[in-house]
């Protein structure tokens, strides 16, 4: 649905001679009906990717191709015209204070030239799509931060659009808020079959809501795909971003093996635990990590610290890894049965 092929973005650069390379190379794929993140430290370029993809910025090199159309091909007109359907929703709402929800929400429908009654209609449809229904003659001034998201989120839904662009959409927001908006997006997502790409540096943000990610550092897309597929992916620095693993340090001092574990509802801890305890007669002691949701499933970097006799180790680090367990050993620790 969205393909960006090899796109670069150079800006001059602001205030000084020379060039800022904001994108170098990026190539990514967003299946229709996919909430996709972008994450990356600040000045990675996320914003500069994602205004690529409608064409708020046109790219240096490369192609951007939204439902089958190349758009980085257009002329400024098309362009314009292929942009409606995509909705964008920003980090400080963009919404004009001079004007009620309703009428932000009518907004991009007067734009197009739709009827006085069409966009009344449709306003207070997607005011009520969005839990808003009571509020369309607030102005902005008079709704909380949420509030205001959920209203441009009305907006950017209002031209029917098939892609859904969100900058930093929950940034502004607090924790209360975040997942009201979060459950929206995720709502509307399946309610009206959209496609979502979602810049954010908030790592809980894409655990909530999406099914894949990339991650960028200056420019480059350094790692990405399907959470589910990133998550038990060994060495992965996009992993280590969403579920930080426990350092090693957690568990020193206290003898015995380290072991780092990756467990996810087809490999839980209790397989784990099930082979080291209950079949090699190892103790186990949690020694950091933690188990979280992430993209509806449940994943779980933990590090164990395993006393006993650890000449056993070795072969029931094999065995979990053929159970699908992602198994590291941190520290070998002393096998204290060894050489009986
Ligand atoms: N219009 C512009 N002119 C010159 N340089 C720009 C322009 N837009 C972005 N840049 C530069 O491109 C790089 C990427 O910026 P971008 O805003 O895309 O990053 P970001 O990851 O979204 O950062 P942040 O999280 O801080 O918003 C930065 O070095 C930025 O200064």
Not at 73 to 96: I, K, T, Y
Not at 110 to 139: I, N, P, Q, S, Y
Not at 167 to 182: H, I, K, N, P, R
Not at 242 to 267: M, S, Y
């Amino acid at each position: 649905m969205i393909e960006l092929h090899d796109v670069r973005k150079v800006f001059p650069a602001r205030g000084r001679s020379g060039e800022v390379v904001a994108v170098d190379g990026v190539s990514l794929r967003v299946e229709a009906g996919e909430f996709a993140g972008v994450v990356g430290p600040s000045g990675s370029g996320k914003s500069t990717l994602v205004r690529l993809v409608n064409l708020l910025e046109r790219p240096t090199s490369g192609s951007v191709t939204v439902d089958g159309q190349v758009l980085s091909d257009l002329p400024d007109d098309r362009v314009r015209e292929a942009r409606r359907s995509m909705g964008m929703v920003f980090q400080h709402f963009e919404l004009l204070d001079s004007r009620t929800a309703a009428g932000n929400v009518e907004h991009p429908l007067e734009l197009a030239g739709v009827g006085r009654a069409e966009r009344r209609r449709r306003a207070a449809e997607l005011l009520d799509l969005v839990d808003l229904g009571e509020r369309a003659g607030a102005h902005p001034a008079q709704l909380s931060g949420g509030q205001k998201q959920r209203v441009a989120i009305a907006r950017a839904l209002a031209g029917r659009p098939k892609v859904l662009l969100c900058d930093e959409a929950t940034s502004a927001l607090d924790q209360a808020s975040t997942t009201g908006v979060l459950d929206l997006l995720r709502r509307v997502r399946a309610e009206l079959g959209l496609t979502v790409l979602l810049i954010t540096h908030e790592m809980a943000v894409v655990k909530a809501v999406c099914d894949s990610a990339v991650l960028l550092d200056r420019g480059r897309v350094v790692d990405g795909g399907r959470l589910a597929e990133v998550l038990t992916r060994e060495h992965s620095p996009l992993a280590d971003a969403l579920l930080p693993a426990p350092a090693a340090d957690a568990g020193a001092g206290h003898g015995g093996a380290l072991v780092r574990v990756t467990v996810t509802d087809r490999a839980p801890e209790t397989v784990v635990l099930q082979t080291l305890v209950g079949e090699l007669g190892l103790a186990v002691e949690v020694a950091g990590g933690s188990v979280e949701t992430v993209a509806g499933g449940r994943y779980g970097r933990l590090l164990l610290r395993v006393t006993g006799d650890l000449g056993r180790l070795d072969g029931a680090v094999h065995r979990l890894r053929d159970d699908g367990v992602l198994v590291e050993q941190v520290h070998a620790g002393v096998a204290a049965g060894a050489g009986r």
